[in-house]
């Protein structure tokens, strides 16, 4: 009875870090034209480690009237104002806060790289 | 002003993590912003005088200064232990007209073009693009600075056309911190530019063959390349084809060259008589832990630049999970024999797929190449009528001391002028070992270990050979720089030492060029060796 207990607690354990990591996926687009502003230092240790990205990391707190939301590309870290690289990460977590608050809560993971200045 | 950022650092490393290496300081220059000096060549010069500001700096603290770009070399070649400078935000270009070309140069007007240091491959093919022009050649990517891929002698597989350094035309060298230490290198025999164009920025000039092909594969070490005038042609198409070939085939196209009569036929790639032409590119793929009778090619045709044409580049792109390759190295190193079963498995992903046809141009068929973690690159140049009997005595030598995680290729380059170019053969056979950086165990085999023992197997068998400047190799090897080059590199120690002042020699030196002891200094400079003979 007690075996079956702990292998009953284990599956569900097993299942839910299997639906969380499935649910964790990016998307990103890229421009194949321009080139990504390079970063001062190099410090990832992924696709972004020579490129300087931007990222926006939030939960945003949008009304039940609220359709799309609508980031700008700020001068910080993006000079020239031109995007070479968007990427959207959609988590498990957020997919269940966005569920759970009827829509009015909802998780942004967002990565974003400019384009170099031509000069 | 272009201004400059000083980062106090511990150490510095490349793309591909290939250190961690000691650094006291890393310097970024920014341009001055065109609304305050509007004119390019202005902030040209202004750029060169905050360049040698920089310069007079270390100097005067007896420190060493070395310049990079986008940090692609693998060995240590863009190190300097005191400081270096990332050069990749200047990326002027400057135009050239008519009325700047020199009295006796052969060149067409319109294909010259003048870049500053730190303009990318890619933002090169793409200014050039606008012109309707391309490139000649370039690696097998485009993140590389134009600075860093002629000091480094980065290539590509074209056949007919050589390196990127061997379409460069003129060099302008920061050679030190004053006004007159500003140089504008051409060859004598073949002159680009006008006295009055090196004037507008601020620069000597000296027509001399051996200075320019000295100073064009420099190694970092010739001084600040600030600019340079490269020659590039009309806009063209590349028609790539991948197919799976007879492995005798493919080793005897390597070793004569020749397709005209081979069995190496693409339908609608052959001459009015029918006999195959020779490509633009040819490539070899191989994996040495297989007994494949058959071995996948890469060969590219040129053909005239003519819309329309399919867009090349693939809508979606996929990528395995960095931590899987991670976890495949760690049971490696603990199961060195499970090495080619995993390389197998993982053919997939890095060979291209057989039968797959493209069309682009030069910048579309070699564009990104995302970093995909912790890598390692060997390259041996061979003359190609070597690289069957290299490729065989290399690859023997990985089953037998690997295995290790690698997948071998070939590429061919024409003959570079250059004095210290790795493609120093009539036709270059690059035997090239591409993989994720591994460490040694007792089970293993460990990368320091491995390149030694190509050398060795290389030597042992008389077999002479050169070195990918940017990849990894043990530098240290005795006497590398004379075995590949034999008095070439005094040559070029005489030619450095003439143009760079003590020292300037000393500044513009660091530990790869002492492990290969090209930084001695040189004491007699011989004003002869620089004098401009146009």
Redesign the interface.
Known sequence: MQLTSKFLLRSIILTFVFFTMISCYSVRIVSTKGSPMPPLEMEGDDWYRDKMVVEIDTVLKAGTLTDDVIFRVLRDGCETGKLFSVEYKNTFSGSMKYIFSFGSKRKVKLKYVCMKPSN | MATT?I?EKQEW?T?H?NGPFPLKRMY?TR?EG?ASIPS?TD?YNDAAVEIQRIIKDCADQNEGFRAYG??WSMSSIAHQKDNVH?N??M??DLNIFPQDLHALSSYNAGNLFFF?CGN?I??IS?KLEEHGKSLKTTGASN?QTIAGCISTGVHGSALNVGSVQDYIVGLNIITGPSPADNVYLERHTKPGLTNAFAEKINAKVIRNDELFNAALVGLGSFGFIHGIVLEAEDLYLLKRYVRKINKNLAMKLSNTMDFKNSEFKIAGETDSQGNPLTPYHFKVFINPYTDDSEYVVEAMYKKPYQLPYPDP?TTIEKSIY?DLIYLLISISEKFPNSIPWFIKRLEKSVLPNVNEETIGTLY?TF??A??Q?PAFAMSIGVDHSDSEKALNILTKMTKKDGPIPGIFAMRFVKQSEATLAFTKFPITCMIEIDGIIWSGSNKLISMEEYSTRMLEVLKNNNIPFTIHWGKISDWAFPDLATHMFGNKVEQWKALRGSLLSKKMQQVFSNKFLDTLKLSDIQEDSDPDLIASLL
């Open positions: 950022t980062f490393d793309l993590k970024v341009l065109r390019s902030r986008s940090r990332q990749n935000l990326n002027l500053e990318t890619k933002e793409q993140g580049f960095k579309e564009w990104d995302a970093y973690g």
